[in-house]
């Protein structure tokens, strides 16, 4: 499992301190000792396999990504799995995925946080094709023009959003479609995260 320049090391404890925690909050979830885990950041040693599956599910992040296998393998080698994939027009926090589908390489890095969502409608033409698949990056903000997940009461939406006057527009599906104003600080808008891509074939 030894990679160069201790990826997996330096890799644990980025996510490590992401997470807020320190070397003896991660020792005490995994009832290891603290010393163990500053081994393992250091590239002294390292853990083994039922260790490293609690840690993928401790920082939900895939093993490809712990292991480094986009650093040992080259981009075409690596990807991240286990991701959500939604109907958008179905899309609930707590609904059960229709299934799991692994996404390019690319964004492993960053916010690891995505989910897919299929698109069965006519509702984002002309901007995303019928059919495709939305990739989400997970966040509560935005900035102007970008197409964006929302949820406006018990609606889940993809639009293109513009701020105005202290709220913001949703643009409509096509030109002639009126668009739709929301104050900022309407309760029942909630930001989920930005379109990042779209492809036919993730």
């Not at 916010?111 to 969502?117: E, G, S």
């Amino acid at each position: 499992m030894k990679s160069a320049k201790n990826g997996f090391g330096v890799r644990l404890k980025k996510l490590r301190k992401s997470a807020g925690m320190t070397q003896t909050d991660l020792a005490d979830h995994l009832n290891k000792s603290s010393s163990a885990v500053r081994m393992w950041e250091l590239g002294a040693n390292e853990p083994d396999i039922n260790t490293l599956v609690q840690l993928s599910a401790i920082f939900d992040c895939s093993l490809d990504y712990l292991l480094c296998r986009d650093a040992i393998l080259g981009k075409e080698g690596a990807v991240r799995s286990s991701v959500p994939v939604y109907r958008l027009s179905e899309f609930k926090k707590d609904a059960d995925p229709e299934y799991y589908q692994t996404i390019p390489p690319d964004y492993l890095e960053g916010n690891a946080a995505y989910i897919i969502c299929l698109n069965d409608t006519d509702a984002l033409l002309p901007w995303i094709p019928n059919g495709a698949t939305i990739l989400i990056r997970l966040q509560e903000s935005c900035l102007d023009g970008q197409l964006v997940l929302i949820r406006i009461g018990n609606d889940c939406l993809v639009r293109k959003i513009t701020f105005c006057d202290g709220g913001i527009l949703f643009s409509g599906s096509f030109p002639s479609t009126p668009l739709r104003y929301v104050a900022a600080d309407d309760a029942g808008l909630e930001i989920i995260g930005v379109a990042v891509e779209f492809s036919m074939q993730f």
